[in-house]
């Protein structure tokens, strides 16, 4: 994976909240919690009727300022690809440029930007209190991703998935959760699991599969991505990078995250879904690259 060197990194896509809005140039300065349940719930969505509750805080509306001035202007600097915080903002830019064209050719939507927002530790959200524990995460009460950009490390460290394209992997996924509430299939969802609430695990590893499956559909057509001047985002991504992703994917399956816990695998607790199924669901999108062969709630 090569990123382009003369593409524009646009920080306004960030809302930068670590320490003092500066942060470092590597992307936190705390190690992520490991106990409770973000290492085994990696990747969430915060959906009221599934985790509301477990942060012991009601939706808000959440108006903390973040300061950009620090990210933009390491962002700026000749040595920025070097840089964790820049390249993953870069990596958010390709994201939603994909998105803004293709959401309303697959769906017929409008594309609403989502900001990614980088914290240190801790951070008040529209769906609550949260803290790095819970791993990355889309809030659909403010429409934003929440980073603690330490995680890569636990990602890399501890779970063995030590690729950097882990890395856009889980931003796409996140950003997924964002198409799923413009288009409304995470409302429809919802309302299912409140009338079957018998289905409410499957219900959710049906969201998630289709989250890796938009994952690897912007994958496919990542290097056709550019910044506002027409500058392409990625010079190129390898087959060595897609399988990154799907290692990436496996490392984080239900079984495999049951069993590393010292525990029986057992489907009926899925909220992700296996290894297999999420390997399965990222080489869907990415190998027809049509976000229309995600329908993980029709198979």
Same mark, same amino acid.
């Given at each position: 994976? =090569?990123?382009?060197?003369?593409?524009?990194?646009?920080?306004?896509?960030?809302?930068?909240?670590?320490?003092?809005?500066?942060?470092?140039?590597?992307?936190?300065?705390?190690?992520?919690?490991?106990?409770?349940?973000?290492? !085994?719930?990696?990747?969430?969505?915060?959906?009221?009727?599934? !985790?509301?509750?477990?942060?012991?805080?009601?939706?808000?509306?959440?108006?903390?300022?973040?300061?950009?001035?620090?990210?933009?202007?390491?962002?700026?600097?000749?040595?920025?690809?070097?840089?964790?915080?820049?390249?993953?903002?870069?990596?958010?830019?390709?994201?939603?440029?994909?998105?803004?064209?293709?959401?309303?050719?697959?769906?017929? =939507?409008?594309?609403?930007?989502?900001?990614?927002?980088?914290?240190?530790?801790?951070?008040?959200?529209?769906?609550?209190?949260?803290?790095?524990?819970?791993?990355?995460?889309?809030?659909?009460?403010?429409?934003?991703?929440?980073?603690?950009?330490?995680?890569?490390?636990?990602?890399?460290?501890?779970?063995?998935? +030590?690729?950097?394209?882990?890395?856009?992997? !889980?931003?796409?996924?996140?950003?997924?959760?964002?198409?799923?509430?413009?288009?409304?299939?995470?409302?429809?969802?919802?309302?299912?699991?409140?009338?079957?609430?018998?289905?409410?695990? =499957?219900?959710?590893? +049906?969201? =998630?599969?289709?989250?890796?499956?938009?994952?690897?559909?912007?994958? +496919?057509?990542?290097?056709?991505?550019?910044? *506002?001047?027409?500058?392409?985002?990625? $010079?190129?991504?390898?087959?060595? &990078?897609?399988?990154?992703?799907?290692?990436?994917?496996?490392?984080?399956?239900?079984? $495999?995250?049951?069993?590393? *816990?010292?525990?029986?695998?057992?489907?009926?607790?899925?909220?992700?879904?296996?290894?297999?199924?999420?390997?399965?669901?990222?080489?869907?999108?990415? &190998?027809?690259?049509?976000?229309?062969?995600?329908?993980?709630?029709?198979?």
């Amino acid at each position: 994976m =090569e990123l382009n060197e003369r593409a524009d990194v646009d920080t306004s896509q960030i809302e930068d909240r670590r320490g003092s809005g500066g942060g470092g140039g590597g992307g936190g300065r705390f190690p992520i919690p490991t106990s409770g349940g973000g290492i !085994v719930g990696l990747i969430v969505t915060l959906i009221a009727v599934l !985790v509301g509750g477990g942060f012991g805080v009601n939706a808000i509306t959440n108006d903390e300022p973040a300061d950009n001035g620090a990210i933009q202007q390491r962002c700026d600097a000749a040595d920025k690809l070097e840089l964790l915080d820049c390249r993953n903002t870069l990596f958010v830019n390709s994201i939603q440029a994909w998105w803004t064209k293709r959401l309303p050719e697959s769906f017929g =939507e409008q594309y609403r930007p989502a900001p990614t927002v980088f914290f240190d530790q801790a951070v008040d959200t529209g769906c609550g209190a949260a803290d790095s524990g819970v791993g990355p995460f889309y809030c659909p009460a403010d429409h934003k991703v929440y980073i603690d950009l330490t995680f890569y490390q636990v990602l890399a460290d501890q779970l063995g998935a +030590k690729g950097e394209f882990a890395q856009p992997y !889980v931003l796409a996924h996140e950003y997924g959760h964002h198409i799923q509430s413009l288009i409304g299939t995470e409302a429809q969802m919802r309302r299912q699991q409140e009338r079957d609430p018998g289905d409410a695990n =499957e219900l959710s590893v +049906k969201l =998630e599969l289709q989250a890796d499956c938009y994952a690897g559909a912007w994958a +496919k057509n990542a290097t056709g991505t550019a910044d *506002a001047d027409g500058d392409k985002i990625f $010079t190129s991504i390898t087959d060595q &990078d897609i399988q990154e992703g799907l290692d990436t994917a496996a490392a984080i399956g239900d079984d $495999t995250l049951q069993k590393d *816990a010292g525990q029986r695998v057992n489907p009926d607790g899925f909220t992700h879904g296996s290894s297999a199924q999420r390997q399965q669901w990222f080489r869907t999108g990415y &190998d027809g690259g049509d976000p229309k062969a995600c329908d993980t709630f029709k198979s």
